[in-house]
């Protein structure tokens, strides 16, 4: 149960943030998204908690690796947003890269 008054982080908010941090069009490893999202996104108390299913991570960290998965249908790789360029290594796409370049112009 969320005990402190900052809701819980949503999945929509972690995929923004890391479309945020990929802009800049190189290739991130899942670590050093992690540790830019961790100063980025407004982290309760819940989602700083440990994750169920994988002990050393926290809650929130789930959020990353759900946004990053190849088998889920709403992840960033599943709408050809982001790409995997070798194990835990990703950037966006060509496609989402001009997008995002698009809307800063």
């Known amino acids: 149960m969320n005990t402190n008054s900052v809701p819980r982080v949503k999945e929509i908010q ?20 992690k540790q830019r999202l961790k100063t980025m996104l407004p982290l309760s ?15 929130w960290e789930e959020l990353v690796n759900n946004a990053l998965s190849q088998s889920r249908g ?11 360029v070798s194990h835990g290594h ?11 370049r698009e809307k800063l112009r």
């Open 14 to 33: 972690v995929q923004k943030a890391i479309i945020v941090i990929m802009a800049d069009g190189k290739t991130h490893t899942n670590a050093q998204l």
């Open 45 to 59: 108390d819940f989602d700083r908690e440990r994750a169920n299913c994988r002990p050393n991570e926290e809650k």
């Open 74 to 84: 709403s992840s960033l790789i599943s709408k050809k947003i982001v790409k995997t």
């Open 90 to 100: 990703h950037k966006l796409t060509p496609w989402a890269l001009e997008k995002k």
